[in-house]
């Protein structure tokens, strides 16, 4: 262990918030968002929707003054913090919980990103950059190679990715799951878990053409990407492997069409590197490329992309994430067996957000299945949640402190995060 970034109770060095540090050495203690614990043998989780560090108290107790009983009642705070100890098959594992009231004045989430989909950046990093009260890390991405997330994408109302084939997302299977499932936040505040589908096309002199991908690492086979200034990777790998195997052949087709002002400027073979603002590459593989090989320079395009709901609502934030918790109960068929850190987000019946993580890969914490990270979820109040990445990208902060204790030797730089602002 003495070469593991120990990060329950570390600093941000250049986090914008103080953060308070939760007390050393009180092991079997449940700790709220105010630093207080409970004593030992408290029931094992609090009511999130309390947000106080312990039950609330008659106003009338024996020997309160008249003006005592009148003061007006503290306002609980909009985000906190508390550290559970609960016990496995395989032993104690340590769980970390935010909940956000995403309802109260000035208290937001939002998705921590780099300045290009897959440039990044440690959790603790993104918080301090954004000033946020608290992050958890966000999506699975293409660790190693183009770092951009797995699936769908939301910033300020804004879709920045779409999701790639199932086949190509580095994630843990979950029954039921679809490539679009995200946790996501509308403009009111309120968060829940939905689906987010690609709605885009491409209008030129032959027709309308389905774009089936936005800023993704695996562009469906014989279909088109578009790629916007959001996008400094390479597209060209983009457009190789098929829609299960990362490593299969790239595409004997390929092509890519440069749009600028609502023109084709290049029609080229795809490359890669930062796309100018005001320029939109659409890039297309088998029959996508085809189709794109009919548009000439100085053709009229024009390109419209959105974000679709499956709830109608739109999303004014979404972070990618399996549901593992629907309606207060655990996806059926969730893996039981095998043990890691774990990062999950949920949403309460009330409409406040959960945020959890959990140690893993040490003696003093052994993990969790996906189960029974859903199970944990619904301890601390979500009736709604998803999976984000976990392992080594587990990573928590609230206040300007690393919660948790991630498991790598240094912290790992990640494409996104979850944050709450204000609070």
Not at 116 to 121: I, K, N, T
Not at 144 to 161: E, Y
Not at 327 to 345: I, K, N, Q, W, Y
Request: proline fraction near 8%; hydrophobic fraction near 40%; aromatic fraction near 2%.
């Amino acid at each position: 262990m003495s070469g593991r970034v120990r990060g329950r109770g570390t600093a941000l060095l250049a986090a914008a918030v103080v953060g308070a540090l939760i007390p050393a050495g009180a092991e079997g203690l449940v700790r709220t968002g105010s630093g207080a614990p409970e004593p030992a043998g408290a029931a094992a989780f609090v009511a999130p929707d309390a947000g106080h560090a312990g039950p609330v108290r008659g106003a009338a107790r024996a020997g309160a003054t008249a003006e005592q009983q009148s003061a007006p009642a503290q306002q609980a705070p909009a985000v906190t913090h508390r550290e559970n100890r609960i016990d496995t098959p395989s032993g104690p594992v340590t769980t970390d919980i935010v909940v956000a009231d995403l309802r109260r004045s000035g208290v937001e989430a939002t998705l921590l990103t780099g300045a290009a989909v897959g440039e990044r950046a440690t959790v603790p990093e993104h918080a301090a950059r954004a000033g946020t009260v608290a992050a958890v890390n966000g999506d699975f991405f293409d660790f190693a190679r183009s770092n951009a997330p797995a699936g769908p994408s939301v910033r300020d109302g804004r879709m920045l990715t779409s999701a790639v084939p199932p086949g190509r997302r580095l994630a843990p299977a979950v029954p039921g799951s679809e490539p679009g499932d995200a946790l996501t936040v509308d403009a009111t505040g309120t968060p829940r878990v939905d689906r987010l589908d690609l709605v885009a096309s491409a209008t030129g002199p032959g027709g309308k053409l389905p774009i089936r991908a936005l800023n993704t690492y695996a562009v469906p086979v014989g279909g088109i990407g578009l790629f916007t200034p959001d996008w400094n990777g390479d597209r060209a790998a983009a457009l190789c492997g098929s829609d299960t195997d990362r490593d299969a052949p790239c595409a004997p087709d390929r092509v890519e069409v440069v749009v600028r002002d609502g023109r084709v400027t290049d029609v080229r073979p795809p490359g890669g590197g930062p796309i100018p603002e005001g320029e939109q590459i659409l890039a297309g593989r088998d029959e996508g490329a085809a189709a794109l090989r009919g548009l000439a320079v100085g053709d009229r395009v024009t390109v419209r992309h959105s974000a679709g709901t499956a709830s109608g609502v739109p999303a004014d934030t979404a972070v990618g994430g399996s549901p593992i918790l629907r309606d207060g109960a655990p996806v059926p068929g969730l893996d039981g067996a095998e043990r890691d850190p774990r990062s999950a987000a949920g949403v309460t019946a009330e409409g406040r957000l959960v945020l959890l993580t959990a140690d893993g890969r040490e003696s003093t914490s052994a993990g969790l299945t996906l189960a029974e990270t859903a199970e944990q979820l619904r301890a601390a109040g979500a009736v709604d949640g998803v999976n984000l990445d976990g392992g080594g990208s587990s990573t928590l902060v609230y206040r300007g402190q690393v919660v948790n204790n991630p498991s790598d030797d240094a912290h790992r730089a990640v494409p996104n995060a979850l944050g709450i602002v204000g609070g």
